[in-house]
């Protein structure tokens, strides 16, 4: 596995307005996770996240979890804040990594978390590891899901009846899956979709 991006300063925007989104519940309820301008971060909205983890809150003790597309870092953040047993955070852009490293610290939560300064596919093709919940949440407009789920449900990362979260454009509808995953939620909020779906083994 390569290590975790290390600890580094970065100048975090100030902890409201555009670049900023709360953590909804558990330990760091109320507290806010600051992310840098990059293309295509786009943060799962407070009332999304908050249906996502209503959804999961039967599942997400103890969880280890995979945030592929972690940008801000907010659902794996959330994930921790409620009590999984640990997140791997995948993200390409260096700064948010970095930022996502620093905010970490910040929480107190580096102990349960790594941070992997790659790219999703890269992160795909390394020695897998089993999760029992992944989040799902590329840019929009390119593809992204139709590419990297086939990866993620060969590879060997998905333990027994793994729950996979996937956001996409609305008018997309539910994502192409492998036949044997089941759509357990499919909601939407303006133009997003989002999906809770099972893989069975």
Same mark, same amino acid.
């Given at each position: ?59 997400? =003790?103890? !969880?280890?979890?995979?945030? $592929?597309?972690?940008?801000? +870092?907010? /659902?794996?953040?959330? %994930? &921790? ?62 593809? =992204?899901? !139709?590419?990297?789920?086939? $990866?993620?449900?060969?590879? +060997?990362? /998905?333990?027994?009846? %793994? &729950? ?38």
């Amino acid at each position: 596995m390569i290590p975790a991006v290390s600890t580094h300063k970065t100048d975090l925007p100030a902890a409201t307005g555009r670049n900023s989104v709360r953590i909804i519940a558990g330990e760091w309820r109320g507290r806010r996770v600051n992310f840098p301008d990059v293309a295509g971060l786009r943060p799962t909205p407070d009332r999304v996240r908050e249906t996502l983890f209503n959804w999961l809150q039967d599942h997400i =003790a103890g !969880a280890r979890c995979l945030d $592929l597309f972690a940008g801000s +870092g907010a /659902l794996g953040l959330e %994930a &921790l804040s409620r009590g999984a047993g640990e997140v791997v955070f995948v993200e390409s852009a260096q700064a948010a990594a970095r930022a996502l490293q620093e905010q970490l610290v910040r929480f107190g939560g580096q102990r349960k978390a790594r941070v992997m300064e790659q790219g999703a596919g890269r992160f795909l093709r390394s020695a897998p590891t089993a999760f029992d919940i992944v989040f799902m949440d590329p840019p929009f407009g390119q593809n =992204a899901l !139709a590419e990297y789920v086939p $990866l993620l449900d060969a590879g +060997g990362w /998905l333990n027994p009846r %793994a &729950l996979v979260y996937m956001e996409n454009e609305k008018k997309a509808g539910v994502p192409p899956v492998p036949l044997h995953w089941e759509v357990l939620k499919s909601k939407s909020a303006g133009e997003v979709g989002y999906h809770l779906l099972r893989a069975n083994a």
